[in-house]
């Protein structure tokens, strides 16, 4: 193991995780003070009967109560919505925000807090990174996708409508108060969802161990992450209702999320970022095909870890092999888990299966060269070298 010469690490959020946690709801308002919620959530998350069950965690005649609820989170959180949220959350006297959803939902209530707390409808002043330095109304965060790990970052996406941009938010404020991971949360997610999201956490959980802030503290969470999701992800794809799976996947999508808040992503999210917002493929679905490729492109310059990470990726007692062959050995084994999964859902192993034209790719490229996270990938990443791993993915 390498101490680097410096390196941060945080994650004040609580967690909460078992087959019944969220009945800890009302004692955890109650720890932070809080008596009236507002819920954010979505439609999906509401069709699917998921807000009932949070309902049902409080008591009826309890101080601590649900006294707004928004479900109408879009896709892409905005900062129309945010504003709006904030309107209803003074005008319900609220006092802490109960993000019930995934990655938009949670960063729409982020956005949410960020204008209620600043008193200031003008959220273009507070974008960029380190500039929220007031405090925060309490969240409290329950999950019902196994990928983003929003629940524990420090970061925010908002799309500004009218510039047709979408804003970064990024402040140790930002990292909610607390996490319930219950199982049940997960248990709707259709096959395809759930490889895709899983795939996500994969890939935050392998680029924190690969990338320039990689530190011995977020490398643990990493690995446990990564030993997590090759056990169980497959599992929670081919039966959904599996809740041992689930919550399994719920722990890994978290400890990927804390790996990488502090470690940061690399070249693999910069292009799956870029396909997105070219093309609109799903994150989790452009990480998933994504992966193996942004890995062999990084052999040269991290090939020992790489290869370090071929025994939690299930290649078994590797000390016979050299450190070249274990890092192969690594990459194969997250297309061996591929494979699986487009077997079990029909996942995209090329970007050409995911609705993705060839006439595309330079401009995924030039978009993906602007990236920031880019920045953290362990080398350079030039137009020509960017383009050359998305045909190789094509």
């Known amino acids: 193991m390498i101490i680097p010469n410096y390196y941060q690490h945080l994650c004040p959020t609580k967690l909460i995780s078992g087959f019944d946690a969220l009945k800890k709801l009302p004692e955890e308002m109650r720890r932070l003070g809080c008596r009236r919620a507002l819920l954010i959530s979505d439609q999906g998350v509401a069709a699917a009967g998921l807000l009932k069950l949070v309902e049902k965690s409080f008591k009826k005649n309890g101080d601590e109560q649900i006294v707004a609820v928004f479900d109408q989170t879009p896709p892409d959180s905005s900062d129309k919505v945010v504003n709006e949220l904030a309107r209803i959350y003074k005008a319900n006297n609220c006092d802490i925000f109960l993000a019930v959803g995934g990655g938009s939902v949670i960063d729409t209530a982020k956005g949410a807090n960020i204008v209620i707390s600043a008193d200031s409808e003008d959220l273009n002043k507070l974008q960029g990174i380190d500039n929220i330095d007031f405090d925060l109304k309490p969240t409290i965060v329950v999950p019902t996708t196994s990928g983003t790990g929003s629940e524990v970052t420090r970061v925010a996406v908002i799309k500004n409508v009218d510039r047709h941009v979408k804003m970064l938010f990024g402040a140790d404020k930002l990292l909610p108060e607390v996490a319930i991971l219950d199982p049940r949360m997960t248990a709707t997610m259709p096959p395809k969802i759930t490889a895709a999201t899983g795939m996500d956490a994969l890939t935050h959980a392998v680029e924190a161990y690969i990338d320039l802030q990689k530190n011995p503290i977020d490398d643990h969470y990493a690995k446990a992450a990564i030993e997590l999701i090759v056990k ?163």
């Open 232 to 394: 169980y992800l497959v599992r929670a794809v081919e039966d959904g209702s599996d809740l041992e799976a689930r919550l399994a996947m719920a722990n890994a999508s978290t400890l990927a999320g804390i790996a990488f808040s502090n470690a940061m992503v690399a070249v693999v999210h910069s292009t799956a970022h870029a396909t997105g917002a070219v093309c609109g493929v799903p994150h989790g679905v452009a990480n998933a095909i994504l992966l193996p490729w942004g890995l062999e492109y990084n052999l040269p310059k991290v090939g020992g870890y790489i290869g370090e990470l071929s025994g939690v990726l299930g290649g078994g007692q590797t000390d016979y092999l050299d450190m070249d062959e274990q890092a192969k050995l690594s990459i194969q084994l997250v297309r061996n888990l591929l494979t699986r999964l487009n077997a079990a859902c029909n996942l995209p192993t090329r970007l050409r299966d995911a609705g993705v034209t060839e006439d595309k790719l330079p401009e995924i490229a030039r978009v993906a060269i602007s990236d920031g996270c880019m920045m953290y990938n362990p080398d350079d990443v030039s137009y020509a070298e960017a383009l050359a791993i998305l045909r190789r993915a094509y």
